[in-house]
């Protein structure tokens, strides 16, 4: 089963963004979060294209970029222009999410869609055998070093059996609260992909603590 840590750049030091992508390129972190928040969908606005693309420039990891914006299908263009190799949107935000997979995949980007922990599971079901990851908020979109919300696992446990019914072959990333408390619990419930913020940057080894996540 595939195992990726995926480090969000949101609680790095931004004063060193050089550093923390040499750290990130050094680990056994597959790809790089990268969360981008408009202050409409989300309370809170983090960065934007300048910010990906020195991202691009200096780590050798995919840039898994993670859409908190209204209207996201006007940007993909320039979020691909700007290095994104993963686009996830949130369902919540787009009229019509198929049209909206289709645009990112005729970028040549990885589509990825996803939910706040507000929203059924079921929504997804016309979509996971469509994207390429699913994306289950384990918080509430918006802010880095929130509490996990347990009742995750009952939502993960559902997608995964739909993703089983319906024959797909997306991965599950969750995203919010996760670190070494909850990493190797998540894995045995069968998710593929830990966006880890506050828990990766926020620790003095962030090396050390990607590797631990991995192996929980
Ligand atoms: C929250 C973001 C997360 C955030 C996670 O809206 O989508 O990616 O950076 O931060 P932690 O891991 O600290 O909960
Ligand atoms: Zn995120």
Redesign the pocket.
Known sequence: MTRIISP?L??ADFGNLHAACQMINASEAEWL?I?V?DGVF?PNISFGFPIIEAAKKHCTKPLDV?L?IIHPEKYITRFREAGADILTFHYETVENPLEVIDLIKSEGVRVGITINPNMPVSVLEPYVDKVDLVLL?T?Y??????TFIEESYNRIAELKEMIKFRNAHCVIEV?????LQNASKLFDCGVNVL?????VFNTTNPIRTIHDLLKS
């Open positions: 969000s949101l609680s979060h969360d928040m989300v993670h908190m908020m918080v979109a918006g802010y880095g070093g929130q995203d919010g609260g996760v670190g966006v880890a913020g506050s828990a």
